[in-house]
């Protein structure tokens, strides 16, 4: 079973339409992300949640909306779609806490890449 | 704020080789996490290395080590015995609290056969 999973793996639309990707983990972890990588590698955090309560927000246009259902989910929808919106988009979950064995580390589903045309 | 810095955009190595990719940090709270992470060309994001700031000592997993030199506030990933796999992205990245990642802007390596 896919630790971090989500869906679609690859997108193709056109600029101004609007667009989902959905994110699910079973690692029972309480935060959830969603980071941004450009073309030039860079890993921008977009949004985090945690228990299913929004606890960051960066600076990112309010085309794009998260949304968690529960703790094990975290989609992304994005509205009027921009050339600048191609990228990865990749989820991530966390445990937090120092627990025994715990790392904290980010687990990463496989990235979803948008081109926007 | 919250910083962190990779100097290398790119590196060669030549394979059976250790090569050493450079991470510095800036943060003033004495609580955080360092962590490493390769990204191969297939995309995926794995998980090396784990470094706590009160760990007394430097990480290792395998063929990988940080070495933490706390002071200097550097967390530097020493890879040994390079192998054609290694080819990747690296990226250092460090946590505060555990909910909030801040990553560097990665270093592609080359290993040569």
């Known amino acids: 079973d896919t630790a971090v999973s989500q869906t679609p793996k690859y997108l193709v639309t056109q600029m101004g339409n609007d667009k989902s990707i959905k994110c699910e983990q079973n690692l029972g972890h309480d935060t959830m992300y969603w980071y941004k990588q450009d073309s030039k590698k860079f890993l921008k955090i977009m949004f985090s949640y945690n228990n299913k309560e929004l606890i960051i927000n960066e600076t990112v246009p309010n085309r794009f909306s998260p949304k968690s259902p529960d703790k094990a989910h975290l989609n992304l929808h994005i509205n009027s779609l921009e050339l600048g919106d191609s990228a990865v988009y990749f989820c991530?979950?966390?445990?937090?806490?120092?627990?025994?064995?715990?790392?904290?580390?980010?687990?990463f589903g496989e990235g979803s890449r948008l081109t926007v045309l | 704020a919250q910083k962190i810095t990779q100097t290398q955009p790119g590196m060669f190595v030549q394979e059976k080789e250790a090569v050493t990719l450079d991470c510095t940090y800036d943060?003033?709270?004495?609580?955080?996490?360092l962590f490493w992470y390769k990204q191969p060309s297939s995309g995926e994001m794995i998980f090396l290395i784990y470094?706590?700031?009160?760990?007394?000592q430097n990480a290792t997993e395998g063929r990988y080590s940080l070495n933490f030199q706390k002071a200097r506030k550097s967390a530097n990933l020493v890879i040994s015995a390079s192998q054609l796999g290694d080819s990747a992205m690296y990226f250092c990245?460090?946590?505060?609290?555990?909910?909030?990642?801040?990553f560097g802007s990665g270093t592609k390596l080359n290993v040569k056969p």
């Open positions: 990245a460090m946590t505060l609290y555990f909910n909030k990642f801040y």
């Open positions: 470094q706590g700031s009160y760990d007394q």
């Open positions: 943060t003033s709270d004495p609580s955080y996490g």
């Open positions: 991530a979950s966390s445990q937090e806490g120092r627990l025994a064995g715990n790392t904290g580390e980010l687990f």
